[in-house]
């Protein structure tokens, strides 16, 4: 199945049920160096969505744009727009996102090493207006998703196992009571079994507390397996897209994604159906 045919049998959510709408997007660093070139996508609300690539194909800066930490890093948005729940928002600061309930876990498990678990999750809270009490309940609903951080409550985050300070992360992100959390690489550097304990937490969210995911990955196998919808990044362009099934069944993905066709390892700009990709996409 072609690139072309999924994007016009593929089933696209109303503008409506939207919570978040990437619009051709162009990313420069330092004012010379192009990274995005034209990215487009949106997520569901209360959906799981995948963005899919090699490393350096634009995943990590397509999360950083939607959550304006790029200004940081001296890159700029210079073309196309962000919306979240209809609302632009890639002028606002990224305080400003956190508090609309829009919040990104970065890549390599970023946890204040000489805090403890539980204060790493505290710091999660720190934009909420609701009282203590509100934040002890939360607290103890990440406790409940996340059994082995209610035992090591008391550690310090940087003595932690991998696993456990991505889970930390993501605890720490749902402390802030997010409507969208943006998961950079979560299964990056760890064992399989914690890797589908983290994917299995994170279906469980989205179902029970309707959070939606824009998920960033290099193991497409494991993203295809939880999301319903996917991207797939190459060199700073969308090159296909569809529901995570049809992806999951496509012949090219298969063989340069999954690992699963015969030969050794292509990029789709050394095929002739790469070559029809681009065209359709121009």
Known sequence: MSAAVASKTAPQPAPADLILEVNNIEVIYDHVILVLKGVSLSVPRGGIVALLGANGAGKT??????????????????????????????????????????????????????????????????????????????????????????????????????GEQQMTAIGRALMSRPKMILLDEPSMGLAPQIVEEIFEIVKSLNEKEGVSFLLAEQNTNMALRYATYGYILETGRVVMDGPAQGLRENEDVKEFYLGIAEGSKKSFREVKSYKRRKRWLA
């Open 61 to 162: 800066t397509t999360l950083k744009a939607i959550s304006n930490l790029l200004r940081a890093e001296r890159g700029e948005v210079t073309k196309g727009s962000i919306e979240f729940e209809g609302e632009r928002v890639d002028r606002m600061t990224p305080n400003d996102l956190v508090r609309r309930g829009c919040i990104q876990v970065m890549e390599g498990r970023h946890c204040f090493g000489h805090l403890t678990v539980e204060e790493n999750l505290l710091t999660g809270a720190f934009t909420r207006r609701d009282g203590n009490a509100a934040i002890r309940r939360d607290i103890e609903m990440v406790y409940d998703y996340f059994p082995r951080l209610r035992e090591r409550r008391t550690a310090m985050a940087g003595y932690t196992s991998g």
